[in-house]
């Protein structure tokens, strides 16, 4: 069975760090391209960073643009997001999914998900 599991996710002040993990069990992560997505309460779901197969492009929304961190270890079959300088409104669900593309404008074509992993971030 594919599975995604998100985890690290906590509460922290603002200005505080974490660095989230989605791992891949049943499925070879090395071979997709990963999506990090996020829904605070009451929003709409929006990309926040996204990496090729490869490692060798990433893309950033322009809210977390040198914040956060996208990587990946293929080999441990797993990628990060480590999120620094957090601030209240990066409060939300955090998601991973495989995607189908990567681009400038962000990256689409999601087909499988984790169930999210949650970061508050509060004084």
């Known amino acids: 069975q594919l599975q995604l599991v998100e985890s690290g996710g906590g509460l922290v002040q603002p200005g505080g760090s974490l660095r989230l993990s989605c791992a891949a069990s049943?499925?070879?992560?090395?071979?997709?391209?990963i999506g990090w997505f996020r829904q605070a309460p009451g929003k709409e779901r929006e990309g926040v960073s996204c990496?090729?197969?490869?490692?060798?492009?990433?893309e950033y929304a322009s809210s977390v643009k040198g914040r956060f961190a996208i990587s990946r270890d293929n080999a441990k079959n797993t990628v990060y997001l480590q999120m620094n300088s957090l601030k209240p409104e990066d409060t939300a669900v955090y998601y991973c999914?495989?995607?189908?593309?990567?681009?400038?404008?962000?990256?689409?074509?999601?087909?499988?998900w984790g169930k999210g992993t949650l970061v508050t971030v509060s004084s």
């Open positions: 999914a495989t995607v189908r593309w990567v681009a400038v404008s962000g990256c689409g074509g999601m087909d499988y």
């Open positions: 049943g499925f070879t992560l090395r071979d997709y391209a």
């Open positions: 990496i090729t197969s490869s490692g060798g492009r990433t």
